[in-house]
């Protein structure tokens, strides 16, 4: 069974392989037909054009000030995010409140939302607001789409954590 699992692995990650080593290696050993074998010369000018020089539709600047978007992006929604999924996983599971199980429940609901059918009411209301096609706009949308997942996550691991102990922070001085 592991010869077989062994097999099946490396035909899985066989595109990665050749991704990667071709990647590094010169064009003319590329266009001599070696794809799976080691670079005989590694070579990183492929990299340094895609980052520099690379086109992408009529302009061609490289791949730099997309990364950096990308960045400018993920950072702050993975922040906001999780700060208000933590905030919102300790509320559901150490306040007791009525309702607090109905709150969970709908929050639980959008894990299950398909991005599709968010994607036309979310565009009307970056619309309405003047944020459509703008980067805070782009990361309000990640930020709210992504509470409901960090919330699940949080939640789940507060559960963890004995009321007690809680109680017992609370009574040594924790805020």
């Given at each position: 069974?592991?010869?077989?699992?062994?097999?099946?692995?490396?035909?899985?990650?066989m595109?990665?392989w050749?991704?990667i080593?071709?990647?590094?290696?010169?064009?003319?050993?590329?266009?001599?037909?070696s794809?799976?074998?080691?670079?005989?010369?590694?070579?990183?000018?492929?990299?340094?054009?895609?980052?520099?020089?690379?086109?992408?539709?009529?302009?061609?600047?490289?791949?730099?000030?997309?990364?950096?978007?990308?960045?400018?992006?993920?950072?702050?929604?993975?922040?906001?995010?999780?700060?208000i999924?933590?905030?919102?996983?300790?509320?559901?599971?150490?306040?007791?409140?009525?309702?607090?199980?109905?709150?969970?429940?709908?929050?639980?609901?959008?894990?299950?939302?398909?991005?599709?059918?968010?994607i036309?009411?979310?565009?009307?209301?970056?619309?309405?607001?003047?944020l459509?096609?703008?980067?805070?706009?782009?990361?309000?949308?990640?930020?709210?789409?992504?509470?409901?997942?960090?919330?699940l996550?949080?939640?789940?691991?507060?559960?963890?954590?004995?009321?007690?102990?809680?109680?017992?922070?609370?009574?040594?001085?924790?805020?």
């Amino acid at each position: 069974i592991y010869g077989s699992l062994f097999f099946m692995a490396a035909f899985y990650l066989m595109p990665l392989w050749v991704m990667i080593t071709t990647s590094v290696k010169h064009l003319d050993e590329i266009y001599a037909g070696s794809f799976i074998g080691l670079p005989q010369q590694i070579s990183f000018d492929a990299w340094r054009t895609a980052w520099s020089e690379a086109c992408n539709g009529t302009a061609c600047k490289g791949l730099k000030p997309y990364f950096i978007n990308s960045l400018l992006l993920t950072i702050p929604a993975v922040i906001m995010s999780t700060g208000i999924g933590a905030i919102n996983g300790y509320v559901i599971t150490k306040w007791r409140f009525p309702g607090s199980n109905v709150i969970f429940g709908l929050l639980l609901f959008g894990c299950f939302l398909p991005f599709q059918a968010v994607i036309l009411p979310m565009a009307q209301t970056l619309g309405i607001l003047g944020l459509a096609g703008s980067l805070p706009g782009l990361v309000l949308v990640h930020t709210v789409y992504g509470i409901a997942f960090t919330t699940l996550f949080f939640r789940n691991y507060f559960v963890s954590i004995p009321d007690e102990l809680v109680r017992a922070a609370k009574i040594d001085g924790a805020g």
